[in-house]
């Protein structure tokens, strides 16, 4: 998807989404009121963003391995670690509503697919030590320096495993009972992405929440989204349009919600 395309689907979202007026289910006028829209200011996000702008500075190159579709912006496989947080990290507002997730629903594990440098990482695991993020990330480099900013704020309940989702998803999934979160924000291609929502929507239960990145990053990212959506274990969905929320509460409608954020 082109740039230009990308602005223009976006300047139709601003247009096209509602507020909480439009929200007729009570849970989730008061999901989006206390938790999306929500300001409080927590006091670890000074500590994460501490990090973030560490790494927008960071003149250090490492070495990239692409295992999904790539990056827009740069095509080398040498990259400074400034460059890969301007380009890739979410911006703030993002991670700290990962943050609010997690502290809202205090949900027993995580599951993040795609650590780049690890700031997301953080936020969903800053809210509570109780809470067990396990984060995968592909590229051996980037999963280094996440580790290190792991270290830094001192963060315990962090599993960080260096391996492809292909290959880590069947077995973690075969000694998992359930899944509580599941963000998925690695290797956006439609397929793929389709495919590790598959294996893990047979783990999920009624009070799951599954967060997609990036669903209008691409046409097969939208794609990707609308088949999600259809999803028979699929109730209430949250389009936030750079990230989308999955409900399988049975107490909820079948319904999609195109919300200001």
């Not at 994460?48 to 990239?64: P, Q, V």
Request: glycine share 4%.
């Amino acid at each position: 998807m082109s740039k230009l395309k990308f602005l223009l689907n976006y300047t139709k979202y601003r247009f096209k989404s509602d507020n909480e007026h439009d929200i007729h289910s009570p849970y989730l006028y008061e999901f989006y009121n206390d938790v999306i829209c929500d300001e409080t200011p927590f006091y670890i996000y000074e500590d994460i963003e501490s990090i973030r702008a560490k790494l927008l500075l960071t003149e250090m190159e490492i070495t990239i391995e692409d295992h999904g579709a790539g990056s827009k912006v740069n095509k080398s496989n040498t990259r400074k670690i400034k460059d890969i947080a301007r380009n890739t990290l979410k911006p703030k507002k993002y991670g700290q509503l990962l943050f609010r997730l997690i502290n809202r629903f205090k949900p027993d594990n995580v599951l993040e697919l795609g650590t780049s440098l690890g700031v997301s990482t953080l936020y969903l695991a800053g809210s509570s030590k109780k809470v067990k993020v396990t984060t995968v990330e592909g590229c051996p480099s980037t999963a280094k320096v996440a580790k290190i900013n792991f270290d830094k704020i001192g963060f315990n309940n962090i599993e960080l495993i260096n391996d492809t989702f292909d290959h880590f998803l069947p077995g973690y999934l075969a000694k998992t009972d359930r899944l509580d979160v599941v963000f998925f924000d690695g290797n956006h291609q439609e397929e793929a992405t389709i495919n590790y929502f598959n294996l893990c929507v047979e783990k999920a239960h009624s009070e799951s929440i599954f967060i997609f990145d990036d669903i209008h990053w691409s046409e097969g990212m939208t794609a990707a989204w609308e088949t999600i959506k259809k999803h028979p274990k699929v109730t209430s969905t949250i389009d936030l349009y750079f990230m989308g929320i999955v409900f399988f509460n049975p107490d909820l409608s079948k319904e999609e919600f195109l919300l200001k954020f």
